[in-house]
């Protein structure tokens, strides 16, 4: 039996984490745009691959080039910026099928001076990082907004009790123990008629309302109330994926030094830490792969 011929499987190409920062100085107030911007392009590439013509193989240098004058124009949200992108080069090459384009966006707040902000000078603001991925495939055009590095933590109303105990557990049941976390979620759009802007800061809010309200049972049931709220109030949003560590404080056992610990010292350890990760959908709403293929880890 002869061994089975070695072809071309899936591939994509293009220019990863271009640095894009636009400045926008029409006025003496200026505004600041910081992205990492992946772009990465899908169609015909087989003779670049297996015979090194590069006729169809539009360079990643271009690909970077085309971020930069697009920005030129100003970047507005991510997720039109990536749009943007994904309708010229599919729209620019004819064997560019599709492809997919990432960015991530860093946010600046303007000092305060006085009681006043200051026309041109910035602070890294928050502590997340906004997501947005656009996938072009044909026609079709998949949006998947998202943060990543929010981390939030409650110092009472968490617990974890009630999971089986075998020979070995040795955790001890609470109802009263610090819950932290790093969120990252995606949420995928339904629809594009959005104002992207305006959906993530109304999300944003509704995590953290989420994570801050009520006794949570345990950062599974913390997740699902997250993208529950979420769906609940964004009819655009067809589905949410959230990745979380359970970032585990653990109470210090003061004994030895003749001291009491009533949950005011805790060891914050870095690791190994829970990693729970769901994703949160409407019944009978499919989620299309390949919106989520190139997606590390579970979001
Ligand atoms: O919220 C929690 N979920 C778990 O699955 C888990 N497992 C564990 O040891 N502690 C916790 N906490």
């Given at each position: 039996m002869s061994e089975p011929a070695i072809v071309l499987g899936p591939n994509q190409y293009g220019k990863a984490e271009v640095r894009v920062v636009k400045v926008t100085r029409d006025a003496a107030r200026h505004g600041i745009d910081d992205l990492n911007v992946t772009s990465q392009l899908r169609g015909d590439f087989a003779a670049a691959h297996l015979a090194g013509d590069n006729a169809h193989v539009v360079a990643t240098d271009t690909q970077k080039n085309t971020i930069f004058a697009f920005a030129r124009d100003g970047i507005g949200s991510p997720e039109a910026f990536l749009l943007r992108l994904a309708d010229h080069f599919t729209g620019s090459f004819d064997w560019v099928s599709g492809g997919r384009w990432e960015?991530?966006?860093?946010?600046?707040?303007?000092?305060?001076?006085?009681?006043?902000?200051?026309?041109?000078?910035?602070?890294?603001?928050?502590?997340?990082?906004?997501?947005?991925?656009?996938v072009a495939d044909g026609a079709d055009r998949h949006v998947i907004a998202g943060l990543k590095e929010l981390t939030v933590l409650k110092t009472t109303e968490s617990g974890f009790e009630g999971y089986p105990k075998d020979r070995y557990t040795t955790l001890p049941e609470t109802h009263d123990r610090i819950l932290a976390t790093d969120v990252a979620a995606r949420w995928r759009y339904g629809r594009h008629?959005?104002?992207?802007?305006?959906?993530?800061?109304?999300?944003?809010?509704?995590?953290?309302?989420?994570?801050?309200?009520?006794?949570?049972?345990?950062?599974?049931?913390?997740?699902?109330?997250?993208?529950?709220?979420?769906?609940?109030?964004?009819?655009?949003?067809?589905?949410?994926?959230?990745?979380?560590?359970?970032?585990?404080?653990?109470?210090?056992?003061?004994?030895?030094?003749?001291?009491?610990?009533?949950?005011?010292?805790?060891?914050?350890?870095?690791?190994?830490?829970?990693?729970?990760?769901a994703a949160?959908?409407?019944?009978?709403?499919?989620?299309?792969?390949?919106?989520?293929?190139?997606?590390?880890?579970f979001c």
């Amino acid at each position: 039996m002869s061994e089975p011929a070695i072809v071309l499987g899936p591939n994509q190409y293009g220019k990863a984490e271009v640095r894009v920062v636009k400045v926008t100085r029409d006025a003496a107030r200026h505004g600041i745009d910081d992205l990492n911007v992946t772009s990465q392009l899908r169609g015909d590439f087989a003779a670049a691959h297996l015979a090194g013509d590069n006729a169809h193989v539009v360079a990643t240098d271009t690909q970077k080039n085309t971020i930069f004058a697009f920005a030129r124009d100003g970047i507005g949200s991510p997720e039109a910026f990536l749009l943007r992108l994904a309708d010229h080069f599919t729209g620019s090459f004819d064997w560019v099928s599709g492809g997919r384009w990432e960015a991530e966006r860093f946010a600046w707040q303007r000092i305060r001076v006085g009681d006043g902000e200051h026309d041109h000078a910035f602070v890294r603001s928050g502590q997340e990082v906004r997501t947005a991925v656009v996938v072009a495939d044909g026609a079709d055009r998949h949006v998947i907004a998202g943060l990543k590095e929010l981390t939030v933590l409650k110092t009472t109303e968490s617990g974890f009790e009630g999971y089986p105990k075998d020979r070995y557990t040795t955790l001890p049941e609470t109802h009263d123990r610090i819950l932290a976390t790093d969120v990252a979620a995606r949420w995928r759009y339904g629809r594009h008629d959005v104002d992207y802007d305006a959906v993530y800061a109304g999300v944003r809010a509704l995590l953290l309302e989420a994570f801050a309200e009520g006794y949570s049972a345990g950062l599974q049931a913390t997740l699902f109330d997250m993208g529950r709220r979420v769906l609940e109030r964004h009819p655009e949003i067809a589905e949410i994926r959230f990745s979380m560590p359970n970032k585990h404080h653990f109470v210090v056992d003061l004994s030895p030094f003749g001291l009491d610990n009533p949950n005011e010292v805790f060891f914050a350890a870095d690791r190994p830490y829970g990693l729970i990760e769901a994703a949160v959908q409407r019944d009978g709403v499919g989620s299309p792969a390949v919106a989520w293929e190139g997606i590390g880890g579970f979001c």
